[in-house]
Protein backbone atom coordinates (compact mmCIF):
# COMPACT_ATOMS: atom_id res chain seq x y z
CA UNK A 1 0.00 0.00 0.00
CA UNK A 2 1.41 3.60 -1.09
CA UNK A 3 4.39 2.07 -2.92
CA UNK A 4 7.54 3.55 -2.19
CA UNK A 5 9.56 1.16 -4.52
CA UNK A 6 13.07 2.18 -3.39
CA UNK A 7 15.28 5.02 -2.47
CA UNK A 8 18.12 4.53 -5.02
CA UNK A 9 18.73 8.08 -6.30
CA UNK A 10 19.39 6.90 -9.72
CA UNK A 11 16.11 4.39 -9.77
CA UNK A 12 14.15 7.43 -8.43
CA UNK A 13 15.50 10.53 -8.78
CA UNK A 14 12.55 12.42 -8.93
CA UNK A 15 11.89 11.01 -5.05
CA UNK A 16 12.31 13.90 -2.50
CA UNK A 17 10.98 12.22 0.46
CA UNK A 18 12.29 10.51 3.09
CA UNK A 19 15.51 11.92 2.84
CA UNK A 20 16.72 10.88 6.22
CA UNK A 21 16.31 7.45 5.16
CA UNK A 22 17.99 7.64 1.90
CA UNK A 23 20.64 9.34 3.45
CA UNK A 24 20.80 6.31 6.54
CA UNK A 25 20.35 3.53 4.57
CA UNK A 26 21.49 1.16 2.21
CA UNK A 27 20.00 1.05 -0.81
CA UNK A 28 22.34 -0.97 -3.37
CA UNK A 29 21.43 -4.54 -1.73
CA UNK A 30 19.34 -7.35 -3.12
CA UNK A 31 16.37 -6.40 -1.40
CA UNK A 32 16.80 -2.40 -2.22
CA UNK A 33 14.19 -2.42 -5.27
CA UNK A 34 10.89 -3.51 -4.46
CA UNK A 35 9.52 -3.26 -8.24
CA UNK A 36 12.47 -5.48 -8.92
CA UNK A 37 12.10 -8.54 -5.94
CA UNK A 38 8.57 -8.17 -7.19
CA UNK A 39 9.19 -10.15 -10.16
CA UNK A 40 9.85 -13.27 -8.29
CA UNK A 41 6.72 -13.07 -6.18
CA UNK A 42 4.10 -15.74 -7.00
CA UNK A 43 1.74 -12.49 -7.01
CA UNK A 44 1.86 -9.02 -5.62
CA UNK A 45 -0.85 -6.51 -4.72
CA UNK A 46 -0.50 -3.08 -5.37
CA UNK A 47 -2.34 -0.44 -3.64
CA UNK A 48 -1.58 3.35 -4.33
CA UNK A 49 -3.05 6.74 -5.70
CA UNK A 50 -2.81 6.94 -9.20
CA UNK A 51 -3.36 10.62 -8.73
CA UNK A 52 -0.79 11.40 -5.95
CA UNK A 53 2.50 11.84 -8.19
CA UNK A 54 5.16 10.34 -6.13
CA UNK A 55 3.26 6.63 -5.39
CA UNK A 56 1.95 6.45 -9.04
CA UNK A 57 5.30 7.18 -10.28
CA UNK A 58 6.44 4.25 -7.86
CA UNK A 59 4.05 2.19 -8.87
CA UNK A 60 4.62 2.34 -12.45
CA UNK A 61 7.83 0.63 -11.73
CA UNK A 62 6.24 -2.76 -11.09
CA UNK A 63 6.10 -4.54 -14.30
CA UNK A 64 5.85 -8.16 -13.99
CA UNK A 65 2.94 -9.80 -15.08
CA UNK A 66 2.72 -10.87 -11.16
CA UNK A 67 1.13 -7.61 -10.04
CA UNK A 68 -2.39 -7.14 -9.66
CA UNK A 69 -3.37 -3.53 -9.19
CA UNK A 70 -5.91 -1.89 -7.12
CA UNK A 71 -5.89 1.84 -7.72
CA UNK A 72 -7.38 3.88 -4.59
CA UNK A 73 -7.73 7.44 -6.62
CA UNK A 74 -7.97 10.44 -4.58
CA UNK A 75 -6.90 8.83 -1.33
CA UNK A 76 -3.37 9.80 -0.98
CA UNK A 77 0.05 8.32 0.58
CA UNK A 78 -1.99 7.89 3.65
CA UNK A 79 -3.87 5.15 1.88
CA UNK A 80 -4.37 2.81 5.29
CA UNK A 81 -5.53 5.52 7.21
CA UNK A 82 -8.45 5.99 5.10
CA UNK A 83 -9.41 2.92 4.24
CA UNK A 84 -9.46 2.47 8.21
CA UNK A 85 -11.12 5.45 8.22
CA UNK A 86 -13.77 3.90 5.36
CA UNK A 87 -14.64 1.03 7.65
CA UNK A 88 -12.77 -1.44 4.56
CA UNK A 89 -8.92 -2.10 5.67
CA UNK A 90 -9.52 -4.66 7.80
CA UNK A 91 -11.98 -6.67 5.32
CA UNK A 92 -9.19 -4.94 1.92
CA UNK A 93 -6.02 -6.36 3.81
CA UNK A 94 -8.02 -9.92 4.64
CA UNK A 95 -9.57 -10.56 1.15
CA UNK A 96 -5.53 -9.60 -0.28
CA UNK A 97 -3.93 -11.86 1.92
CA UNK A 98 -6.66 -15.15 1.80
CA UNK A 99 -7.80 -14.22 -1.76
CA UNK A 100 -11.13 -12.84 -3.17
CA UNK A 101 -10.21 -9.55 -3.42
CA UNK A 102 -11.35 -9.42 -7.15
CA UNK A 103 -11.03 -5.20 -8.86
CA UNK A 104 -14.56 -5.69 -9.08
CA UNK A 105 -14.71 -6.39 -4.83
CA UNK A 106 -12.14 -3.45 -4.83
CA UNK A 107 -14.03 -0.98 -6.99
CA UNK A 108 -17.44 -1.65 -4.46
CA UNK A 109 -15.28 -0.96 -1.26
CA UNK A 110 -13.96 2.00 -3.17
CA UNK A 111 -17.07 3.59 -3.45
CA UNK A 112 -17.22 4.33 0.67
CA UNK A 113 -14.71 7.03 -0.25
CA UNK A 114 -17.72 8.91 -0.85
CA UNK A 115 -18.45 8.98 2.64
CA UNK A 116 -15.10 10.32 3.60
CA UNK A 117 -13.42 13.94 4.46
CA UNK A 118 -10.06 12.96 2.83
CA UNK A 119 -11.38 12.19 -0.51
CA UNK A 120 -13.27 15.42 -0.63
CA UNK A 121 -10.67 17.29 0.49
CA UNK A 122 -7.91 15.46 -2.21
CA UNK A 123 -10.08 16.19 -5.05
CA UNK A 124 -10.88 20.37 -3.79
CA UNK A 125 -7.13 20.58 -3.68
CA UNK A 126 -6.87 18.91 -6.91
CA UNK A 127 -9.23 21.75 -8.09
CA UNK A 128 -7.25 24.69 -7.09
CA UNK A 129 -3.98 23.17 -8.71
CA UNK A 130 -6.24 23.51 -11.81
CA UNK A 131 -7.01 26.94 -10.49
CA UNK A 132 -10.47 26.42 -9.62
CA UNK A 133 -11.41 27.93 -6.48
CA UNK A 134 -14.94 27.95 -6.77
CA UNK A 135 -15.10 24.11 -8.26
CA UNK A 136 -12.85 23.87 -5.14
CA UNK A 137 -15.32 25.58 -2.68
CA UNK A 138 -18.33 23.46 -4.42
CA UNK A 139 -16.50 19.94 -3.57
CA UNK A 140 -15.39 21.11 -0.03
CA UNK A 141 -19.38 22.29 0.71
CA UNK A 142 -20.92 18.97 -1.18
CA UNK A 143 -18.40 16.32 1.08
CA UNK A 144 -19.38 18.43 4.44
CA UNK A 145 -22.94 17.78 3.61
CA UNK A 146 -22.39 14.06 2.75
CA UNK A 147 -19.25 13.56 5.04
CA UNK A 148 -19.48 16.48 7.52
CA UNK A 149 -15.80 16.71 9.95
CA UNK A 150 -14.32 19.76 10.26
CA UNK A 151 -11.37 19.22 8.56
CA UNK A 152 -13.70 20.14 5.67
CA UNK A 153 -14.61 23.28 7.28
CA UNK A 154 -10.84 24.14 8.00
CA UNK A 155 -10.00 23.76 4.30
CA UNK A 156 -12.98 25.58 2.88
CA UNK A 157 -11.58 28.72 5.31
CA UNK A 158 -8.43 28.70 3.93
CA UNK A 159 -9.39 28.67 0.29
CA UNK A 160 -7.95 31.74 -1.68
CA UNK A 161 -10.24 33.45 -3.93
CA UNK A 162 -9.29 32.25 -7.19
CA UNK A 163 -11.45 32.24 -10.02
CA UNK A 164 -11.89 29.28 -12.34
CA UNK A 165 -9.58 30.89 -15.22
CA UNK A 166 -6.15 30.49 -13.59
CA UNK A 167 -4.07 27.72 -15.55
CA UNK A 168 -3.72 24.34 -14.61
CA UNK A 169 -0.59 23.89 -12.57
CA UNK A 170 1.45 20.52 -12.76
CA UNK A 171 4.45 19.21 -9.92
CA UNK A 172 7.88 18.20 -11.35
CA UNK A 173 10.14 15.70 -9.56
CA UNK A 174 13.29 15.58 -11.24
CA UNK A 175 12.31 15.57 -14.91
CA UNK A 176 9.83 13.38 -14.84
CA UNK A 177 6.06 15.33 -15.02
CA UNK A 178 3.27 14.42 -12.77
CA UNK A 179 -0.05 15.53 -13.01
CA UNK A 180 -1.52 15.59 -10.37
Given at each position: MSPQSTLRRDLVPWEQRYLEGRRIGDWDGKWSDAARAARGAAEVKL???PCFGPDAAHAARFDADNITRYPAPFLGHKLPRQLKEMGVLTTVASRAIKGGLSTETWAR???KRKDSPAYY???SQRALR???AVRARAILEFGAGRAPHKRLD???AVLPD???ASAPAETAHGGIQISH
Open positions: FYDMLAEALRGCRAQMGE
